[in-house]
């Protein structure tokens, strides 16, 4: 069974502070992504990787940042936490980019308050 | 721009059928996912369509018709714990997921 793991389920933080949620899969994936889950919004990704070290911007990165310094781990940076980043986060990964069927794994997901 | 359409939420009876639709108009297709998630939990992956007709899994299948940009997921005799929201998604001509809003579905008995 693939498994992706959130370092926390509930978050807590104030406003201005540097929040760190990291994400590990336990399934050699090539792709992790970042989403944010927000009530009649559906997901919205932030950013993903296909590779270590490698990253590209998705949707909505502004207020963001991440880091993959080893394949299976893919961290989430909030520079200066805001209210308005309040959120359900989501971690996923994949197998491979094409040419495979490219089902999303999630993590139970970080819901991050920022008051 | 692109965008998936789907039904915010609907209401069904224990034991019916209930179909749950999805428009969609991306650049590109290379296939459809359907997720299911539970409040409070993560999405979990329910079917996968690339080619036009029917996938048919247990009590769930779904259709795909590309000519249309459509699609929908089919649930038979329905249970209680079918109560969640299910999501459309579909695989972009850059391999990105791009996702409906989801639909929520309410079980009564």
């Known amino acids: 069974d693939v498994k992706v793991t959130q370092s926390s389920r509930y978050l807590v933080k104030r406003t201005g502070e540097k929040v760190f949620l990291e994400c590990v899969q336990d399934?050699?994936?090539?792709?992790m992504f970042w989403y944010r889950q927000d009530p009649g919004l559906g997901l919205r990704l932030i950013y993903f990787s296909y590779d270590v070290k490698m990253k590209e911007k998705g949707d909505i990165p502004e207020g963001y940042s991440v880091s993959r310094e080893k394949k299976e781990r893919f961290s989430l940076i909030l520079e200066s936490a805001s209210t308005n980043q309040t959120s359900m986060y989501l971690c996923?990964?994949?197998?491979?980019?094409?040419?495979?069927?490219?089902?999303?794994?999630f993590g139970p997901g970080t819901r991050l308050t920022v008051l | 721009g692109q965008n998936i359409d789907q039904p915010t939420e609907m209401t069904a009876t224990e034991g019916a059928i209930v179909q749950i639709n999805c428009t969609y108009q991306t650049s590109g297709f290379n296939g459809l996912f359907w997720y299911q998630q539970h409040a409070g939990e993560a999405p979990t992956f329910l079917s996968y369509?690339?080619l036009d007709g029917l996938e048919e899994k247990g009590r769930f299948s779904s259709f795909l018709s590309r000519s249309k940009g459509y699609s929908y997921l089919l649930l038979k005799e329905l249970q209680m714990k079918d109560s969640a929201s299910y999501l459309c998604?579909?695989?972009?001509?850059?391999?990105?997921?791009?996702w409906g809003a989801g639909t929520k579905l309410i079980i009564k008995p």
């Open positions: 369509n690339v």
């Open positions: 998604a579909v695989l972009d001509s850059n391999y990105q997921l791009i």
């Open positions: 996923a990964s994949s197998l491979s980019r094409a040419g495979d069927i490219n089902e999303q794994f």
């Open positions: 399934m050699d994936h090539e792709n």
